[in-house]
Protein backbone atom coordinates (compact mmCIF):
# COMPACT_ATOMS: atom_id res chain seq x y z
CA UNK A 1 0.00 0.00 0.00
CA UNK A 2 1.07 3.41 -0.89
CA UNK A 3 2.41 5.63 2.18
CA UNK A 4 0.30 8.32 3.10
CA UNK A 5 1.33 12.09 2.68
CA UNK A 6 1.85 14.51 6.03
CA UNK A 7 -0.04 17.56 6.13
CA UNK A 8 0.90 20.76 8.25
CA UNK A 9 -2.18 22.61 8.95
CA UNK A 10 -0.73 26.29 10.89
CA UNK A 11 -2.32 29.38 11.27
CA UNK A 12 -2.67 31.93 13.88
CA UNK A 13 -5.73 31.58 16.85
CA UNK A 14 -8.71 32.21 15.80
CA UNK A 15 -8.25 32.02 12.07
CA UNK A 16 -10.26 29.05 12.05
CA UNK A 17 -8.39 26.26 11.13
CA UNK A 18 -10.75 23.87 12.86
CA UNK A 19 -13.75 24.88 11.30
CA UNK A 20 -11.65 24.42 7.85
CA UNK A 21 -10.55 21.30 9.13
CA UNK A 22 -14.15 19.87 9.81
CA UNK A 23 -15.26 21.21 6.35
CA UNK A 24 -12.39 19.17 4.71
CA UNK A 25 -12.66 15.65 6.93
CA UNK A 26 -16.27 15.54 5.59
CA UNK A 27 -14.52 14.95 1.84
CA UNK A 28 -13.71 11.57 2.55
CA UNK A 29 -12.21 11.43 -1.34
CA UNK A 30 -9.11 13.09 0.74
CA UNK A 31 -8.31 10.00 2.95
CA UNK A 32 -7.30 12.22 5.98
CA UNK A 33 -6.83 11.59 9.45
CA UNK A 34 -6.06 13.82 12.66
CA UNK A 35 -3.05 13.83 14.62
CA UNK A 36 -4.60 13.89 17.85
CA UNK A 37 -2.22 16.02 20.14
CA UNK A 38 -0.83 16.29 23.33
CA UNK A 39 -0.91 19.01 26.09
CA UNK A 40 -0.48 20.48 29.19
CA UNK A 41 -3.56 23.11 28.54
CA UNK A 42 -7.05 22.70 29.97
CA UNK A 43 -9.84 21.27 27.86
CA UNK A 44 -12.48 24.46 26.64
CA UNK A 45 -15.71 23.79 27.50
CA UNK A 46 -17.16 20.78 25.21
CA UNK A 47 -13.55 19.54 24.65
CA UNK A 48 -13.23 16.21 25.08
CA UNK A 49 -9.87 14.06 25.67
CA UNK A 50 -9.15 11.74 23.09
CA UNK A 51 -11.13 13.00 20.40
CA UNK A 52 -9.87 16.89 20.34
CA UNK A 53 -6.32 16.18 22.43
CA UNK A 54 -4.75 13.99 24.74
CA UNK A 55 -5.30 15.90 28.03
CA UNK A 56 -2.24 15.41 30.11
CA UNK A 57 -0.11 16.91 33.25
CA UNK A 58 3.22 18.29 33.12
CA UNK A 59 5.38 15.47 34.22
CA UNK A 60 3.90 12.96 31.81
CA UNK A 61 4.29 15.58 28.48
CA UNK A 62 8.01 15.67 30.25
CA UNK A 63 8.46 12.49 30.02
CA UNK A 64 7.21 11.91 26.63
CA UNK A 65 10.01 14.66 25.47
CA UNK A 66 12.83 12.39 27.23
CA UNK A 67 11.55 8.96 26.18
CA UNK A 68 11.58 10.80 21.92
CA UNK A 69 8.36 10.15 21.68
CA UNK A 70 6.95 13.37 19.97
CA UNK A 71 7.72 13.84 16.34
CA UNK A 72 7.42 17.69 17.41
CA UNK A 73 6.48 19.36 20.43
CA UNK A 74 6.47 23.71 21.44
CA UNK A 75 5.57 25.83 24.81
CA UNK A 76 2.22 27.98 23.32
CA UNK A 77 1.00 30.62 26.09
CA UNK A 78 2.17 28.73 28.88
CA UNK A 79 1.44 25.11 27.77
CA UNK A 80 3.18 22.35 26.20
CA UNK A 81 1.43 20.79 22.81
CA UNK A 82 3.10 17.84 21.25
CA UNK A 83 2.48 15.32 18.18
CA UNK A 84 2.19 11.36 18.86
CA UNK A 85 5.44 9.91 16.30
CA UNK A 86 3.77 6.35 17.03
CA UNK A 87 0.42 7.08 16.04
CA UNK A 88 1.27 9.64 13.19
CA UNK A 89 3.32 6.68 11.50
CA UNK A 90 0.97 4.02 11.99
CA UNK A 91 -1.52 5.98 10.63
CA UNK A 92 0.31 7.39 7.39
CA UNK A 93 1.51 3.42 6.43
CA UNK A 94 -2.16 2.57 6.54
CA UNK A 95 -2.18 5.06 3.55
CA UNK A 96 -4.28 7.71 5.39
CA UNK A 97 -2.94 11.65 4.31
CA UNK A 98 -2.18 12.69 8.14
CA UNK A 99 -3.23 16.51 9.13
CA UNK A 100 -0.87 18.04 12.01
CA UNK A 101 -2.77 21.01 13.30
CA UNK A 102 0.19 22.43 14.60
CA UNK A 103 1.37 26.18 15.56
CA UNK A 104 4.56 27.64 13.68
CA UNK A 105 7.69 26.08 15.40
CA UNK A 106 6.68 22.53 16.03
CA UNK A 107 5.57 23.00 12.35
CA UNK A 108 9.09 24.01 11.80
CA UNK A 109 10.66 21.27 13.46
CA UNK A 110 8.07 18.68 11.25
CA UNK A 111 9.28 20.42 8.02
CA UNK A 112 13.46 19.73 8.89
CA UNK A 113 12.29 15.81 9.33
CA UNK A 114 9.49 16.02 6.49
CA UNK A 115 10.42 18.31 4.00
CA UNK A 116 7.81 16.19 1.98
CA UNK A 117 5.10 17.13 3.77
CA UNK A 118 2.55 19.49 2.12
CA UNK A 119 2.52 22.64 4.26
CA UNK A 120 -0.10 25.07 4.67
CA UNK A 121 -0.50 28.80 6.42
CA UNK A 122 -3.91 29.89 6.95
CA UNK A 123 -4.37 33.83 7.13
CA UNK A 124 -7.28 35.75 8.26
CA UNK A 125 -8.55 38.88 5.55
CA UNK A 126 -7.15 40.81 8.29
CA UNK A 127 -5.90 41.35 11.53
CA UNK A 128 -8.90 43.19 12.41
CA UNK A 129 -10.65 40.39 11.78
CA UNK A 130 -8.91 37.99 13.87
CA UNK A 131 -8.77 40.23 17.05
CA UNK A 132 -13.04 39.86 16.74
CA UNK A 133 -12.68 36.48 15.96
CA UNK A 134 -10.42 35.55 19.21
CA UNK A 135 -12.55 38.28 21.53
CA UNK A 136 -15.64 35.97 20.27
CA UNK A 137 -14.71 33.21 21.63
CA UNK A 138 -15.25 34.66 25.26
CA UNK A 139 -13.61 31.41 27.12
CA UNK A 140 -9.85 33.23 28.06
CA UNK A 141 -9.15 36.43 30.08
CA UNK A 142 -8.01 39.92 28.45
CA UNK A 143 -4.36 38.74 29.18
CA UNK A 144 -4.68 35.54 27.30
CA UNK A 145 -6.27 37.19 24.54
CA UNK A 146 -3.75 40.01 24.71
CA UNK A 147 -0.41 36.91 24.53
CA UNK A 148 -2.92 35.41 21.43
CA UNK A 149 -3.13 37.85 19.86
CA UNK A 150 1.04 39.23 20.21
CA UNK A 151 1.82 35.49 19.19
CA UNK A 152 -0.62 35.85 16.42
CA UNK A 153 1.45 38.46 14.48
CA UNK A 154 4.47 36.96 15.34
CA UNK A 155 2.69 33.77 13.57
CA UNK A 156 1.93 35.32 10.46
CA UNK A 157 5.15 36.75 9.74
CA UNK A 158 6.56 33.28 9.55
CA UNK A 159 3.86 32.34 6.54
CA UNK A 160 6.50 31.73 3.87
CA UNK A 161 7.95 29.33 5.41
CA UNK A 162 4.91 27.18 4.22
CA UNK A 163 4.65 25.58 0.80
CA UNK A 164 0.83 27.26 0.60
CA UNK A 165 -0.97 30.45 2.11
CA UNK A 166 -4.78 30.23 2.06
CA UNK A 167 -6.99 33.04 3.61
CA UNK A 168 -9.87 32.21 5.62
CA UNK A 169 -12.55 34.85 4.52
CA UNK A 170 -15.03 32.35 3.14
CA UNK A 171 -14.81 28.69 5.34
CA UNK A 172 -15.82 26.79 1.78
CA UNK A 173 -14.11 28.59 0.13
CA UNK A 174 -10.93 28.09 1.84
CA UNK A 175 -11.61 24.56 2.37
CA UNK A 176 -11.77 23.81 -1.13
CA UNK A 177 -8.44 25.35 -1.84
CA UNK A 178 -7.00 22.99 0.80
CA UNK A 179 -8.56 20.12 -0.99
CA UNK A 180 -6.89 21.28 -4.40
CA UNK A 181 -3.95 21.57 -2.90
CA UNK A 182 -4.08 17.73 -1.39
CA UNK A 183 -5.31 16.13 -4.03
CA UNK A 184 -2.80 18.05 -6.67
CA UNK A 185 -0.13 16.63 -4.05
CA UNK A 186 -1.29 12.93 -3.94
CA UNK A 187 -1.08 13.24 -7.68
CA UNK A 188 2.14 14.54 -8.31
CA UNK A 189 3.05 11.19 -5.44
CA UNK A 190 1.95 8.69 -7.99
P1 LIG B 1 -5.33 25.87 21.25
O1 LIG B 1 -4.93 26.08 22.68
O2 LIG B 1 -6.01 27.08 20.68
O3 LIG B 1 -6.09 24.59 21.05
O4 LIG B 1 -3.97 25.67 20.42
C1 LIG B 1 -2.97 26.62 20.46
C2 LIG B 1 -2.03 26.41 19.28
O5 LIG B 1 -1.33 25.16 19.45
C3 LIG B 1 -2.76 26.31 17.95
O6 LIG B 1 -2.03 27.06 17.00
C4 LIG B 1 -2.71 24.83 17.63
O7 LIG B 1 -2.73 24.59 16.24
C5 LIG B 1 -1.36 24.46 18.23
N1 LIG B 1 -1.20 23.02 18.46
C6 LIG B 1 -2.13 22.09 18.69
N2 LIG B 1 -1.57 20.89 18.82
C7 LIG B 1 -0.24 21.05 18.63
C8 LIG B 1 0.88 20.16 18.60
O8 LIG B 1 0.79 18.96 18.77
N3 LIG B 1 2.09 20.72 18.39
C9 LIG B 1 2.27 22.05 18.20
N4 LIG B 1 3.51 22.46 17.98
N5 LIG B 1 1.24 22.90 18.20
C10 LIG B 1 0.00 22.42 18.42
Redesign the pocket.
Known amino acids: MQKGMLIIL ?4 GVG ?1 GTVREQLFKDESLNLAY ?1 I ?3 T ?1 KPRPGERDGVD ?1 FFVEETEFEEKIKEGKLL ?3 K ?2 G ?1 Y ?3 PKDYVEQLLAQGKNVV ?4 V ?3 LQVMEKCPDATTIFIVPPSFEELERRIRGRRTEDEAIVQERLAKARK ?1 IATKDEYKYVVENDDVMLAKEQIATIIKNHCTNQD
Do not use: C, D, H
Open positions: SGPSKSSMTRYEWAFVNYGTLEIEQGAE
